[in-house]
């Protein structure tokens, strides 16, 4: 069996389909999984391993014998703390075939094999009986099925088809229960990443204002969890409207119900303001009495306890549909609805007389197009008023009303910012590898309508290579401009398809065209991650199992495609501190076409400071002109320890090393030596380092 993968070519924009060996899934999966993670979070595994050896004697002091049914056993680390804890048999199952396969492997490895038998099925389709995969059913559940959202993952219909099927009634469940917690807030910063905020432009004829089309207002976007790491936000970037309240229970022992349902609270703000967002996290207990906790409550929350890094699970924000004004005291009514997968949120004044049926029925559904567009660090990076200056300023340096203007970049508001700007033409291209193409020309048509510019912009939907003279109506292009931005963009050198593109529209420029960004640069730094490094790190022993052929899986997968390839992280939520000055080591020069070489540059770097070397960081910088230029990357070095300020709406390119060094002293000038190489053929960069 082959598998076809798509991926966007950064040279031409256009979707490819590469076919690529039977098991390439398998190792993307492993490679890019939360395994390692998980296998890092002490917390959680403390907490499982406690839960289980409670419901273990739990069954032992009723005399039963103690039958677990581990669905989704990974590892088969929670079985095998089930057997270590007394259980008399484990049934470990396992959908996943490599993985079912390390658990095998792991089990044996760790002695267990006569007391876990690992089934290879999703939990579905397991079958009890004498003939079955399982002699009788369980008494123990026990799962580790949950995303983010507590849900994601499908922990409703698995939970509910295992008790009508697989366990006895009154079984134990490790955890027992989940609760998931709310909270109100008011936060700038967030909302900006649901909605366009109107932008002010300082044009020669006076202040004009950029209007999000009335579409927007009312918009309930998509259902897609946005979960980050709220650790993260700083609390002056956030106001909290109400307490901390919970939002909804699921007893795991019980019989679960998967249909779709909601829930609903009544709030009391503590303080007036503009209800926005619904921050939400969740705990689980592993036993009955709750005294065997683990927690994903933020640092604002959970202020005595220490905080378990973890990036398998993080904190959710929910947008509401719109904002609401609230007054201290005055009671609101919160309701969550959900569905099987996915939760959603309404917030309303009074209790209305409800119709049951419609409060969970209509699962939310963008009408403005632009949530389909654009990710939630896109609506930020769109409202990043200090970024639109630095477009304004230099935009304001090349335009006049002679302009005829060609602009190539995603989903931009960069053909309504030219026309505020006066240009006297804007042809808008889109890219055509768009998936999305027609979300995109409705998006468009409703902007340009909001803003009076209907008949004003053009929006070609050819290629950039089959672009004739008559699509811009026999004029030649003065003005290029690009963000640039490409959704299908995945490491920030993608990007650069830009080039490639003005490469081919090169014959429609006058000979002194202006190409904003007039270049571009990559920048690297080596860092130390004060976490981000646990999920490349071996774990070895896990509470006292052998998981290592989990690490060897793990590196094997990074061996097969990865280990040269840089991987994207959004860095402002994962620390890090430079060990290295910032260095600049590629350019690309716009004004020119792309060449046929490739680019490539060799070099070495001083570590500055002490510490273990992690990774290198790249970044794109792009020069909108000699004097002004923005950076997709590191903004600032903000302290003498080296502690790093990113772009908040970009993912930075991160390069693990295979091993970490460690600099204990400065007197090893170089210490680290690189490689990197863009072949202008595929778009690719290639990377090398030596420590
Ligand atoms: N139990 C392990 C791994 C948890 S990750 C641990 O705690 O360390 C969850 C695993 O469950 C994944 O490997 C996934 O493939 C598997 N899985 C999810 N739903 C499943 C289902 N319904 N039946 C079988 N396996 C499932």
């Known amino acids: 069996m082959k598998t076809f993968c798509g991926r966007a070519n950064p040279t031409t924009g256009a979707m490819e389909w590469l076919e690529e060996a039977e098991d390439y899934d398998y190792h993307q999966e492993i490679a890019r999984s939360r395994y390692a993670d998980m296998l890092h979070d002490k917390d959680r595994n403390v907490k499982y391993y406690q839960g289980i050896r409670a419901a273990v004697s739990r069954v032992k002091e009723r005399g039963e014998k103690a039958i677990v049914l581990d669905i989704g056993t ?21 959908v996943f075939k490599p993985m079912a396969n390390a658990a095998v492997k792991i089990v044996e490895k760790n002695g267990f094999s006569d007391k876990i038998k690992v089934i290879n099925k999703h939990s579905t389709e397991v079958t009890v009986g004498p003939d079955g995969d399982m002699e009788c059913r369980a008494n123990i559940l026990v799962t580790e099925l949950f995303d983010t959202e507590l849900i994601g993952e499908g922990a409703l219909p698995t939970y509910e088809h295992a008790h009508k099927y697989l366990v006895q009634e009154g079984c134990e469940a490790v955890p027992h229960r989940a609760t998931v917690y709310v909270q109100l807030v008011e936060s700038k910063r967030m909302w900006s ?14 202040e004009k204002i950029i209007v999000p089309p009335s579409e927007m207002e009312n918009c309930p976007g998509v259902p897609s969890v946005c979960d980050i790491q709220l650790n993260q936000m700083p609390s002056s970037d956030f106001t909290a409207l109400s307490d901390v309240v919970t939002m909804f229970s699921v007893d795991f022992s019980k019989p679960v119900q998967s249909a779709s349902t909601y829930y609903r609270v009544q709030l009391e703000p503590v303080k007036s303001g503009k209800a926005q967002i619904v921050l939400s996290w969740w705990d689980i207990d592993m036993d009955p009495s ?18 378990q890094w973890r990036d398998h699970w993080m904190q959710c924000v929910y947008f509401l549909p719109k904002e609401e004004p609230v007054l201290q005291g005055e009671k609101v009514y919160l309701t969550a609805c959900r569905d099987e997968y996915s939760v959603w949120y309404k917030l309303q004044k009074a209790r209305e007389e409800e119709n049951q049926a419609d409060v969970g029925a209509e699962s939310p559904v963008c009408r403005c197009h632009a949530h389909l567009l654009w990710n939630r660090p896109r609506f930020g990076e769109l409202n990043d008023q200090n970024r639109t200056r630095q477009y304004i ?12 203007c060609l602009c190539i970049s995603d989903g931009s508001l960069l053909p309504v910012l030219l026309h505020c700007l006066g240009a006297k033409q804007v042809q808008y291209f889109i890219p055509f590898f768009r998936s999305l193409q027609c979300s995109l020309a409705f998006f468009s048509h409703i902007l340009f309508k909001a803003n009076h510019l209907e008949d004003k912009i053009k929006i070609l939907e050819a290629r950039p290579e089959l672009l004739k003279p008559s699509h811009f109506e026999d004029q030649k292009i003065s003005v290029l401009v690009g963000e640039p931005f490409f959704s299908t963009s995945l490491l920030p ?43 490349r790190s071996p774990c070895g022993i896990c509470e006292g199992f052998d998981v290592q ?31 290295s000055d910032p260095r600049e ?50 903004m600032k070095i903000s302290d003498e320890k080296g502690n790093c300020e990113w772009n908040p709406h970009c993912k930075q390119a991160v390069y693990f090393f295979n091993s970490v060094i460690e600099s204990e002293t400065l007197s090893d000038p170089g210490a680290i030596t690189y490689a990197i190489n863009f072949d202008t053929k595929t778009g690719e960069i290639a990377m090398d380092f030596k420590l």
Request: glycine fraction near 4%.
């Open 549 to 579: 052929t989990m690490d060897d899986m793990i590196k094997d997968s990074l061996n097969f495609r990865e280990s040269k390839e840089a991987e994207p992280h959004p860095l402002w939520e994962y620390p890090c501190k430079s060990l």
């Open 585 to 634: 080591v590629l350019t690309f020069d716009f004004k020119q076409t792309v060449p046929q070489h490739c680019l490539s540059t060799e070099g070495s770097v001083n570590l500055l400071r002490k510490g273990k070397s992690h990774g290198a960081v790249l970044w794109m910088e792009y020069h909108l002109d000699a004097d002004i230029s923005i950076s997709t990357g590191l």
């Open 193 to 206: 990443w649901n909605k366009l905020f109107p932008i002010h432009v300082e044009a020669e004829d006076g």
């Open 290 to 307: 709750g005294m065997i906790n683990c927690t994903m409550a933020p640092y604002w929350a959970k202020p005595t306890s220490t905080l």
């Open 493 to 535: 050198w993608h990007n650069l398809y830009f080039w490639y593109a003005r490469t081919a529209v090169s014959s429609h420029l006058t000979s002194s065209a202006t190409v904003l960004p007039q270049s571009a640069a990559l920048h690297m730094m080596i860092v130390e991650f004060q976490d981000l490094w646990r999920i």
């Open 393 to 404: 300023k230099s935009l304001r340096k090349v335009l006049n009303t002679d302009s005829v």
């Open 74 to 94: 990974g590892t088969g680390l929670l079985s095998m703390m089930a057997a270590s804890a007394g259980a008399d048999f484990c049934y470990a199952i396992e």
